[in-house]
């Protein structure tokens, strides 16, 4: 049914009475049983990310694999730049058997949940000493599964609230999504040490095996998720066939040509259609929004390696602060947007990560410090929070929900493809300049990002968030 135009600042002016009770909404929000339920579903999206990328980073380095071949190892994360290819297969295909009993959406996130258990085992098993190659072959397996799984997830957040109530649901996701983060970094480093701690000392490469293992089983808070949530309203057909009240995906009279243009074609071209020549500026700010913080964090765990912090005191760290200011920045976040608007918040959100990449630098010519250690954190995991919770919820408010699955997984690829190409060469500039260095030009590399969250986010009101 067709919404109010997509205004990211249709909350920002209150009126003075209704002003307690607009917040008091906002949080009420936040204890339904969609909400909650949303943050196990972000636990399970946030869990693979950092066991290929941050987490593996540590373990190789410890494993005495040098910081260049690990910056281009991280490569392995464009695979979430390229969801989009496979993005409408996802928005259109009902799974056979498992379609019937649990709807598109879930059926898919099922299946993509049970391919990262069987991935992550995979990891588990492998040396990187002995079997780099093959490790870099099964986090490659882990990847796909788990872009696919944030295409089911998306379509399946963005289907299940209206649009007044995205920036809240992005808000409790990405808290779950931040704390799966925080358990497959600091999580993983405090079980590798404690399962270290019970074997002999030439044998930290089992220690990393039992780590691996027990983050398969976590995955099973999301599965658990997926198997006890609702089925949302899914759309039925496309803007082409609603005259008809068929689906043109599935109808035998349609030609395999027209069915290919429905499900490549017709999602973006809907998506450029409604912007027009603003869809380029618009393309652009999500694709360096987060540059800062994905080109730094390749290189944040080998960072904390050569300074000499344990993986106690790097779990100790994020697990308590780091969740405590993940929780307040996503909450702060979610509710900054309903109140000012998405695209003041996004504005914060981006000045913000970009000074928290300053602190890094400012940490990396203190010795070794965990008082200071403990600040930097907080700060940058403050910011995140803030900052992750207004861009989902401004490029959810870009899809149309015909299209939620294909056009939400372009955008997110857009987000990560260029920054995550750039941090492939962290290491190598590491290797050369030095860390001090390299975190004050990804703390600069945000700057242009201010003048196009200016400039380009505004021009997302006038068009309509079709739901």
């Given at each position: 049914?067709?919404?109010?135009?997509?205004n990211?600042?249709?909350?920002?002016?209150?009126?003075?009475?209704?002003?307690l009770?607009?917040?008091?909404q906002?949080?009420?929000?936040?204890?339904?049983?969609?909400?909650?339920?949303?943050?196990?579903?972000g636990?399970?999206?946030?869990l693979?990310?950092?066991?290929?990328?941050?987490?593996?980073?540590?373990?190789?380095?410890?494993?005495?694999?040098?910081?260049t071949?690990?910056?281009?190892?991280?490569?392995?994360?464009?695979?979430y730049?390229?969801?989009?290819?496979?993005?409408?297969?996802?928005?259109?295909?009902?799974l056979?058997?498992?379609?019937?009993?649990?709807?598109?959406?879930?059926?898919w996130?099922?299946?993509?949940?049970?391919?990262?258990?069987?991935?992550?085992?995979?990891?588990?098993?492998?040396d990187?000493?002995?079997?780099?190659?093959?490790?870099v072959?099964?986090?490659?397996?882990?990847?796909?599964?788990?872009?696919?799984?944030?295409?089911?997830?998306?379509?399946?957040?963005?289907?299940?609230?209206?649009?007044?109530?995205?920036g809240?649901?992005?808000?409790?996701?990405?808290t779950?999504?931040?704390?799966?983060?925080?358990?497959?970094g600091?999580?993983a480093?405090?079980?590798?040490?404690?399962?270290?701690?019970?074997?002999?000392?030439?044998?930290?490469?089992?220690?990393?095996?039992?780590?691996?293992?027990?983050?398969?089983?976590?995955?099973?808070?999301?599965?658990?998720?997926t198997?006890?949530?609702?089925?949302?309203?899914?759309?039925?057909?496309?803007?082409?066939?609603?005259?008809?009240?068929?689906?043109?995906?599935?109808?035998?009279?349609?030609?395999?040509?027209?069915?290919?243009?429905r499900?490549?074609?017709?999602?973006?071209?809907?998506?450029?259609?409604?912007?027009?020549?603003?869809?380029?500026?618009?393309?652009?700010?999500?694709?360096?929004?987060?540059?800062?913080?994905?080109?730094?964090?390749?290189?944040?765990?080998?960072?904390?390696?050569?300074?000499?912090?344990?993986?106690?005191?790097?779990a100790?760290?994020?697990?308590?602060?780091?969740?405590?200011?993940?929780?307040f920045?996503?909450?702060?976040?979610?509710?900054?947007?309903?109140?000012?608007?998405?695209?003041?918040?996004?504005?914060?959100?981006?000045a913000?990560?970009?000074?928290?990449?300053?602190?890094?630098?400012?940490?990396s010519?203190?010795?070794?410090?965990?008082?200071?250690?403990?600040?930097?954190?907080?700060?940058?995991?403050l910011?995140g929070?803030?900052a992750?919770?207004?861009?989902?919820?401004?490029?959810?408010?870009?899809?149309?929900?015909?299209?939620?699955?294909?056009?939400?997984?372009?955008?997110?690829?857009?987000?990560?493809?260029?920054?995550?190409?750039?941090?492939?060469?962290?290491?190598?500039?590491?290797?050369?300049?030095?860390?001090?260095?390299?975190?004050?030009?990804?703390?600069?590399?945000?700057?242009?990002?201010?003048?196009?969250?200016?400039w380009?986010?505004?021009?997302?009101?006038?068009?309509?968030?079709?739901?």
């Amino acid at each position: 049914m067709p919404q109010q135009p997509f205004n990211s600042d249709e909350h920002s002016n209150p009126a003075p009475k209704g002003r307690l009770r607009a917040w008091a909404q906002s949080a009420k929000w936040y204890l339904s049983p969609m909400s909650l339920r949303m943050v196990a579903l972000g636990f399970s999206a946030g869990l693979p990310l950092l066991l290929v990328l941050g987490t593996l980073g540590f373990r190789l380095r410890e494993s005495g694999i040098d910081r260049t071949t690990i910056g281009f190892l991280s490569w392995v994360g464009l695979v979430y730049a390229f969801k989009w290819l496979w993005s409408p297969l996802v928005d259109s295909l009902n799974l056979p058997w498992l379609g019937a009993r649990l709807g598109k959406r879930r059926a898919w996130l099922l299946l993509s949940q049970c391919l990262l258990v069987l991935g992550l085992i995979g990891m588990a098993s492998l040396d990187p000493s002995q079997q780099l190659s093959a490790l870099v072959g099964a986090a490659l397996f882990v990847t796909l599964a788990s872009a696919t799984q944030d295409i089911a997830l998306d379509a399946f957040r963005i289907e299940s609230a209206p649009a007044e109530n995205q920036g809240a649901l992005a808000a409790m996701y990405q808290t779950g999504y931040r704390l799966g983060m925080i358990w497959a970094g600091a999580g993983a480093l405090w079980l590798a040490q404690r399962a270290q701690d019970h074997l002999s000392g030439h044998q930290a490469s089992q220690a990393w095996q039992v780590s691996y293992l027990l983050m398969a089983a976590s995955m099973g808070v999301g599965i658990l998720a997926t198997c006890l949530s609702h089925t949302p309203q899914e759309s039925a057909s496309t803007p082409d066939s609603a005259d008809q009240n068929t689906n043109p995906i599935i109808t035998v009279k349609t030609t395999w040509l027209e069915r290919c243009e429905r499900l490549l074609i017709a999602p973006f071209k809907d998506f450029f259609a409604r912007f027009g020549w603003r869809a380029l500026l618009i393309l652009l700010l999500i694709s360096t929004y987060r540059i800062s913080d994905i080109v730094m964090g390749v290189m944040a765990n080998p960072f904390y390696s050569d300074m000499g912090y344990s993986k106690d005191e790097i779990a100790m760290v994020s697990k308590v602060f780091g969740v405590v200011m993940t929780l307040f920045g996503a909450f702060l976040g979610g509710i900054l947007t309903q109140q000012w608007g998405v695209i003041r918040v996004l504005m914060w959100g981006a000045a913000l990560s970009a000074l928290s990449n300053l602190l890094f630098a400012w940490l990396s010519l203190l010795d070794h410090q965990v008082w200071a250690l403990v600040g930097v954190i907080c700060a940058d995991n403050l910011s995140g929070g803030i900052a992750s919770a207004a861009f989902i919820a401004f490029l959810s408010g870009l899809t149309r929900i015909e299209y939620s699955a294909s056009q939400y997984a372009l955008l997110s690829s857009l987000m990560i493809a260029a920054p995550q190409w750039l941090a492939g060469f962290s290491g190598l500039f590491v290797d050369h300049f030095g860390y001090t260095q390299f975190f004050i030009a990804t703390a600069l590399m945000g700057l242009p990002v201010l003048v196009l969250v200016a400039w380009a986010a505004p021009m997302t009101q006038t068009p309509a968030h079709t739901r």
